[in-house]
T-cell receptor, first 116, second 112 residues
């Protein structure tokens, strides 16, 4: 079993739809939860991150973390064709007091297409 | 525009060539990373530098040789690569003690 599971899709939705992307994980030590968006032939772009539990909102994007269920979500409201990309969830422990770098564990990525 | 800059964007090389990939960041981050990414897969960690010292080598073949000349620069020296090494090579950086990494747009490498 992988440490982080993410449905690879592909996911195809009409413009304006609400998109829900999810990841589950098994490592209780994870404290930082990230969502990256990767366009074709580009590097992953940090979209949002959350520390520990809770929700975070940024414009049309909302990230949720439920540590009791080991489940994280990214919601995209009013989806646009420009949101078409691969979305990667990634997680790491809190390294405070330990190492000075953060090793990420990625999900497999979900390919999203928003059609006009 | 990303805050992590990688050059070149594309590289085609033969199996006997020697080339280098370069990465630069000016965010004051003290941890820098090299990743390899194949199509439709997540990035795969290769090396981690922390305070300019190599901290992690994920059992990468010796034909890949990393170098960190200073806190802003990271190089990946390539020699005698194999066709299966064709991939997108990504550089990333992060602040101390967090996994919140910022990626460059990568170098797309093709081995003939």
């Amino acid at each position: 079993q992988k440490e982080v599971e993410q449905d690879p899709g592909p996911l195809s939705v009409p413009e304006g739809a609400i998109v829900s992307l999810n990841c589950t994980y098994s490592n209780s030590a994870f404290q930082y939860f990230m969502w990256y968006r990767q366009y074709s032939r580009k590097g992953p772009e940090l979209l949002m991150y959350t520390y520990s539990s809770g929700n975070k909102e940024d414009g049309r994007f909302t990230a949720q973390v439920d540590k009791s269920s080991k489940y994280i979500s990214l919601f995209i409201r009013d989806s646009q064709p420009s949101d078409s990309a691969t979305y990667l969830c990634a997680m790491s422990p809190n390294y405070a007091g330990g190492t000075s770098y953060g090793k990420l564990t990625f999900g497999q990525g979900t390919i999203l297409t928003v059609h006009p | 525009d990303t805050e992590v800059t990688q050059t070149p964007k594309h590289l085609v090389m033969g199996m006997t060539n020697k080339k280098s990939l370069k990465c630069e960041q000016h965010m004051g981050h003290r941890a820098m990373y090299w990743y390899k990414q194949k199509a439709k897969k997540p990035p795969e960690l290769m090396f981690v530098y922390s305070y300019e010292k190599l901290s992690i080598n994920e059992s990468v073949p010796s034909r890949f040789s990393p170098e960190c000349p200073n806190s802003s620069l990271l190089n990946l020296h390539l020699h005698a690569l194999q066709p299966e090494d064709s991939a997108l090579y990504l550089c990333a950086s992060s602040r101390e003690r967090t996994g919140i990494q910022h990626f460059g747009d990568g170098t797309r490498l093709s081995i003939l």
